[in-house]
Each structure stands twice: as C-alpha cells, then as structure tokens.
C-alpha cells in the first residue's frame, strides 16, 4: 500500500511564496514519477508540475512554467513544490500523485496510481 500525505499550504498574499511537501511510504518511493495536480470546486483536476524518478526531467503546466519548482529528495521518499510569485488564480486544493507503472511523466489524471488527500493553498490580493 502506497500512502501519500501533503502538508505546506496556506494563505499567502499575492507575490508571496509557499512550499508544499508530499511525504510518501510504502513501496520503492525512487521508482516513482511524482506529480502534482489542482484543483478548485465545481472544476477538473488540472496537472502542476510532474518529475521524472532519477529528478532529471520536469514537466510543468504553461500556467506556473518560471514561477513553481519541482523537486525531489529519494532519500527523504518526499517530493516538494516550491511556489513563488503567487497569484490569487493558484488558489485550490493541491494533490500530491505518485505514477508507479510508467517512466514517461504523464500529465493526465488517469497516469497516476496513488493520491494524497489535498493541501489547501489561498492567495489572497
């Protein structure tokens, strides 16, 4: 069993930063593409960012592209997102994904396996 736990969210003013983490147990956390996703009420759940096992390649949505990070720590089994120059239109909840089958990042729901319960980020103007 794989479990995912996202903790780093809050509210931050507009221009500000946050970091979101995703702390993951359970099978060989190396092995994973990572992705993280958002999504706000009443809308689908839209692809953020998403990172490659070894961490050499990223992929990431137009929308956040030169302002949001994605890394990894292997040894930590823990993803992050770093998130700076914030704007009110990145309020959502943010999902952390784990892809167990595949090696090519996906940046479709349907392309990962297991997720976290959310982490509530609001940027307020």
């Known amino acids: 069993q794989v479990q995912l736990v996202e903790s780093g969210g809050g509210l931050v003013q507009t221009g500000g930063s946050l970091r979101l983490s995703c702390a993951v147990s359970?099978?060989?956390?190396?092995?994973?593409?990572m992705g993280w996703f958002r999504q706000a009420p009443g809308k689908e759940r839209e692809f953020v960012a998403a990172i490659s096992w070894r961490g050499g390649t990223t992929r990431y949505a137009d929308s956040v592209k030169g302002r949001f990070t994605i890394s990894r720590e292997n040894a930590k089994n823990t993803v992050y997102l770093q998130m700076n120059s914030l704007k009110p239109e990145d309020t959502d909840l943010y999902y952390c994904?784990?892809?167990?089958?595949?090696?090519?990042?996906?940046?479709?729901?349907?392309?990962?396996?297991?997720w976290g319960q959310g982490t509530q980020v609001t940027v307020s103007s």
């Open positions: 994904a784990a892809d167990l089958s595949r090696t090519i990042i996906g940046t479709t729901q349907g392309e990962y396996d297991y």
């Open positions: 359970g099978r060989t956390f190396s092995s994973y593409v």
